[in-house]
C-alpha cells in the first residue's frame, strides 16, 4: 500500500506538537494539585486529600465543556484518570473492595477512584465496613442494588451497625458473558459456576442454551472463573475483568437477559462530603409502629418537593423497633430545604440517621 507521505508526514508532525501541549498542560496540572496539596496540609494536618464533590464537579465541567469528537463519558474518563494520578503523587488513596480481585466490585472501584488508586481486596461486604473503621483504607466500596435483582441486603445492614458515612456512589453496567478455559470441552459444558445474583441476572438465557447443566452458586463471579481454569467440563458467568484475570474466553457474550443491567456501588468512608451542585442523601429512619407510620413519613417528603429516588424496608436488628426505612433521595442536607425537611422527619421518626450527602454518580 502506497501511504500519501506528505500529508501523513504533516499530520504526525502535528500530532507530536499537540503531544508536547499535552504533556506540559498535565504537568502543570499536577504540579497545581501538589500545590493545592500543601495548602491541605498546613490546615488540617493529617487530613484527606481527596475531595470527592471537587472530583465529580472537574468531571461534570469536563463533560458539558466537550464537543467531541470524543464523547462526552470518554473524555471524562480521560480526566479521571488525570485526577487519579495527580492525587497518586501525594498520597495514593487506599480502597477496600468487595473481593476477590476480578468482581465487578474492583471494576467499580477502579471506574471511581482511577488506575492510580490502590485496591485491596475483601471477603465479605463487614470486612469492607471494618477496614475503613479501622483505618487501614481511606475508603470502602461495596454494592448495594442492582437493576434487575434489587437490593443488596448485607450492604444496608452494615450500614445500622456502622458510624460510617457514604461519600459517592457509581454506576456500573454489568454484562455477563459465559466464559471457557482453552482445555474446556465446549460441546461438553455440564456445570456452570457463578454467583447466585449473576445466576437470577442470567436465568432465561440458561435456560434457553444450557438447561441440563448443573448451576453451582459460588461466593463471586472471580472465584467461578478460577474454578473452571482447572475443569474441563465447566464454564463460568462473570466479566471483563475476570476472563482478564484468569485469561478465559468468551463462549458467549452479554448474556445477561435484560440490557439496560447495571449495579450500583457506595463509596463509603469517614469524611462528610459538602455539595457539589448535583447530590444525593441515604437516610436510615426507625419509625413507632403505629397505623399511619409511613405516611407521616413520607408526607415532609411530598410537601418539600423532595424527590424520592428508593425506599428499602429492613427488619430492624435491635429489637425495639420492628421496621427501618432506607431511603435515598436527590439534594444534599447542607440546602436549606433539605434540611427543613429532614428536621420534621426526626420529629416524627423514633430514629433518625443520615448515612451521608454525596455527588451524584458522573460516570
Ligand atoms: C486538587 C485538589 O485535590 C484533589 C485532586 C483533584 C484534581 O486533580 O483536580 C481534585 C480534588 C481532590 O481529590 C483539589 O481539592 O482541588
Not at 496540609?41 to 463533560?63: D, S
Request: one cysteine or more.
Amino acid at each position: 500500500m502506497t501511504e500519501p507521505s506528505v500529508s501523513l508526514e504533516a499530520l504526525r508532525q502535528r500530532i507530536d506538537a499537540l503531544d508536547n501541549d499535552i504533556l506540559r498542560l498535565i504537568s502543570e496540572r499536577a504540579a497545581c494539585a501538589q500545590e493545592v496539596a500543601a495548602i491541605k496540609a498546613e490546615h488540617e494536618p493529617g487530613g484527606v486529600f481527596y475531595r470527592p464533590e471537587r472530583e465529580a464537579q472537574v468531571l461534570r465541567r469536563v463533560m458539558e465543556l466537550n464537543h467531541g469528537p470524543l464523547d462526552s463519558e470518554e473524555m471524562a474518563r480521560l480526566f479521571r484518570e488525570i485526577m487519579s494520578a495527580c492525587l497518586a503523587l501525594e498520597q495514593p488513596v487506599k480502597v477496600a473492595y468487595l473481593g476477590p480481585e476480578g468482581t465487578f466490585t474492583q471494576q467499580a472501584a477502579l471506574k471511581h477512584f482511577g488506575e492510580s488508586a490502590i485496591s485491596l481486596p475483601m471477603a465479605a461486604i463487614d470486612e469492607v465496613f471494618r477496614e475503613v473503621e479501622a483505618g487501614a483504607v481511606n475508603y470502602g466500596v461495596v454494592p448495594v442494588e442492582n437493576s434487575t435483582e434489587g437490593v443488596i441486603n448485607h450492604t444496608l445492614d452494615s450500614f445500622m451497625d456502622s458510624s460510617l458515612r457514604i461519600c459517592g456512589e457509581v454506576v456500573l453496567r454489568i454484562h455477563h458473558h459465559l466464559l471457557v478455559s482453552e482445555t474446556t470441552r465446549r460441546d461438553k459444558v455440564s456445570r456452570i459456576y457463578s454467583h447466585p445474583q449473576s445466576f437470577a441476572q442470567c436465568r432465561k438465557w440458561i435456560d434457553a442454551h444450557f438447561p441440563q447443566a448443573e448451576r453451582v452458586p459460588v461466593s463471586s463471579n472471580a472465584e467461578a472463573a478460577r474454578l473452571v481454569k482447572t475443569e474441563w467440563h465447566s464454564a463460568a458467568i462473570a466479566g471483563d475483568m475476570a476472563a482478564k484475570l484468569y485469561g478465559l474466553a468468551r463462549l458467549a457474550e452479554k448474556i445477561e437477559d435484560r440490557p439496560d443491567n447495571s449495579t450500583r456501588f457506595l463509596i463509603i468512608g469517614n469524611q462528610d462530603v459538602p455539595v457539589s451542585g448535583e447530590d444525593k442523601t441515604s437516610l436510615v429512619v426507625a419509625m413507632r409502629n403505629q397505623p399511619g407510620a409511613l405516611h407521616d413519613l413520607l408526607e415532609p417528603f411530598h410537601r418539600h418537593q423532595i424527590d424520592m429516588t428508593r425506599l428499602e424496608t429492613r427488619p430492624s436488628r435491635s429489637g425495639v423497633w420492628n421496621y427501618v426505612f432506607f431511603i435515598d433521595f436527590k439534594g444534599h442536607r447542607d440546602e436549606p430545604r433539605v434540611a427543613a425537611m429532614l428536621e420534621e422527619v426526626k420529629l416524627r421518626a423514633a430514629d433518625v440517621k443520615v448515612l451521608g450527602s454525596y455527588p451524584a454518580g458522573v460516570l
